[in-house]
């Protein structure tokens, strides 16, 4: 069983479809990179698995749990950091992990270790009993990566989790997300073509709300399975990550 899994999912908005029918599986070890341009449908997509949209059609799983009809057990077992990391500005870090330690069903001495867990994890300790609202863009993105990870939960996805962290943070959250990639499942979307090579073991490319390549990154190589735009096969396409960028433009201006 794959700890993540989707069926077929498609999101409709009035007459506008920003996913079309997108199937895909993701085990224990594997690191996602979820690719494609503004507007492809990646957090669209990324919502639906985790529960927070509901699919016109098809079907997300989480462990084996259908996020639509049994959203509880699926989220026990996910982590989500989505755009812009919402908070609650009032509150310092330190206040908003205990908050969510507590939601997560931690009490007493394990909320407190769970919420300390998170905070070294993520390196807030300088900031956290600083109002949120006063943090930089890089400490909220922080704060909402902590929260992501309080529970250990096996399965993690995050939408752009180094958006506005300096260089120096960014390669901190690259080794985190490398370290804990071996008993996970997680899935990252990005737009940083040299976070998939430096993090990911996978990439998928999507574009107008369908999968157009798929395959493994192996070291300093990538090599795709290519789909058309009626989801039949293309072919296949191995690259050097260094030409990720001119695969991801062939590909998706192919499609456009």
Do not use: W
């Not at 929260?147 to 989790?161: F, K, R, T």
């Amino acid at each position: 069983m794959a700890m993540i899994e989707t069926d077929g999912l498609v999101k409709k908005f009035g007459p506008f479809t920003a996913v079309r029918g997108i199937t895909l599986s993701v085990d224990k070890g594997e690191v996602l990179g979820f690719l494609g341009p503004n507007g492809a449908g990646k957090s669209t997509t990324m919502k639906m698995i985790t529960g927070f949209l509901a699919p016109t059609q098809g079907t997300a799983r989480i462990m084996g749990h259908d996020v639509t009809a049994d959203p509880i057990a699926a989220q026990k077992h996910l982590g989500y950091l989505p755009e812009g990391a919402p908070a609650y500005g009032d509150m310092t870090p330190r206040q908003f992990l205990s908050f969510i330690a507590e939601i997560r069903g931690y009490r007493s001495s394990s909320a407190k270790a769970a919420a300390q867990r998170a905070i070294e994890l993520a390196s807030l300790e300088g900031v956290i009993e600083q109002p949120i609202e006063t943090l930089s863009k890089g400490y909220k993105r922080r704060v909402g990566f902590a929260q992501a990870i309080l529970h250990d939960p096996p399965v993690l996805i995050m939408d752009e989790p180094t958006d506005g962290l300096d260089p120096n943070q960014k390669f901190a959250m690259r080794g985190l997300i490398t370290g804990m990639a071996a008993e996970k499942a997680i899935i990252i979307s990005t737009h940083i073509l040299e976070e998939v090579e430096s993090v990911c073991t996978r990439a998928v490319i999507i574009d107008r709300g369908r999968v157009v390549a798929d395959g493994p990154i192996m070291g300093k190589t990538a090599a795709f399975n290519v789909f058309a735009p009626d989801g039949s096969s293309a072919g296949t396409l191995n690259a050097s990550t260094a030409d990720l960028d001119a695969v991801f433009r062939e590909l998706t201006r192919a499609h456009a």
